[in-house]
Structure formats: C-alpha cells, structure tokens
C-alpha cells in the first residue's frame, strides 16, 4: 500500500474533528471506515477547542478531551492526534483549520473532512462554507435509520448550489453517542465496550462526567 508522505506530510488524509467528550469507537469506526474506502495515508483527530455549535454546553478540558483521543488512537499507525485547534486562539472554525493544513500540506494534499449526518444539515450555516466545500471534501457519517431522505435533499441543494459534491458513509457504531456515555457515568450505568478500555479507565481516574 502506498503512503505517500515524508516529515509528516500527507497528500491523502481526512481530519476527524470533535469535541471527543468522550471519545468512543463510533468515531474509531467512522475513521477507519473512510480511511478504507478512500486509502488515505493518515486520518488527523482534531480535538476542537472552542466550537460555536457546542456553546450551549461547555466541553470538559480540552486537556482531557486531548488525553483520551491520543489513548484511543494509539494503536492505530493511520491515526495521528493534532493540537492544531487546540493551541489556536480564539472561536475555532473549520474553514482556518483547513487552510493551516492546506499551508502545511500543500494546495495539490486530497483533504477529506469527516463529519455527522446530522451537522451536514447544517452545514449551509457554517463560516465561509462557500470557501470551506472548495478546499476539502465533506464525508458525511450516518447512523443506520439516520433520516436519510433529509440528508438527500441538503445534498442535492449543496450540488446544485455550490457544484460540489458530498460523499456518505453508513456506519453502525453511530449508535454510540458520548451524549449517552456521560449520561451512563452520571447515573452509574455501565459504559464498557463503548469506547476503548483506556479511555474508561482514564475517565474513571480524572472523575470525568460524574457528580
């Protein structure tokens, strides 16, 4: 298989970006799932640090938010963990994201950007989405049972609009959320098998997410 990079330079990769609060082997799946389908050299988790879709409920610290992606991913050669939203100042927004890679990378780097089902029928409201559709492409995650015809439709306005094309994977993990996983915590319900051992045991000893 080829892996064209040198010094960390990938001309194939797809970002998976999040909050990772917690991360849980949905998002694992979901990565390696679209890393298959499009042979990609590398997959960045980028754990967000102030998302302005997410303001309604602060996120836990991004410091622990980073920890447990770097436990989750490490076994994995095809995932790699980036500070770069961490460290940046300020509201984050995908579009600075891309471009920071893009300088990185290089204009010719095959960028993929993996997301929900259910932010993709947002998507129209994000900053500079016009910009954003031009320099990467959108891989939308579903669930199986995700409303799909709602899906279908925001597709063809965003082709029509913007001639750009959005690709889709159905991946069943989906059905891990890290909504239901701090609920479990914070009423004492069992969270094994829903996201890698690590990553529990890392939350159990920081006291994530319980009262």
């Known amino acids: 298989m080829r892996i064209d990079s040198k010094n960390g330079i990938y001309k194939r990769f797809a970002v998976m970006g999040g909050t990772f609060d917690p ?63 961490i460290e940046r100042s300020g509201m984050t927004y995908t579009v600075d994201t891309i471009r920071a890679l893009r300088s990185i990378h290089g204009d010719d780097a095959e960028i993929y950007f993996i997301t929900g089902a259910d932010a993709i029928l947002e998507i129209l409201t994000w ?41 889709s994977i159905e991946v069943p993990s989906l059905a891990i959320s890290s909504t239901d996983i701090r609920d479990r915590i914070l009423n004492n319900k069992t969270i094994r098998y829903l996201l890698p051992e690590a990553v529990e045991h890392y939350i159990r000893k920081s006291r994530l997410y319980s009262k």
């Open 23 to 85: 991360i849980h082997y949905g998002h694992l799946v979901t990565a390696e799932a679209v890393r298959d389908k499009f042979k990609l050299d590398k997959v960045l988790f980028m754990p967000t640090k102030n998302p302005p879709h997410k303001m309604h409920r602060p996120a836990s610290d991004v410091n622990h938010r980073y920890l447990m992606t770097v436990l989750a991913t490490i076994t994995n050669p095809y995932f790699e963990v980036s500070r770069l939203e």
């Open 127 to 167: 900053h500079n989405v016009e910009e954003l559709l031009g320099i990467c492409r959108f891989v939308a995650a579903t669930r199986p049972g995700f409303y799909r015809k709602d899906m279908e439709q925001k597709l063809m306005e965003i082709k029509s609009k913007y001639d750009k094309e959005i690709f």
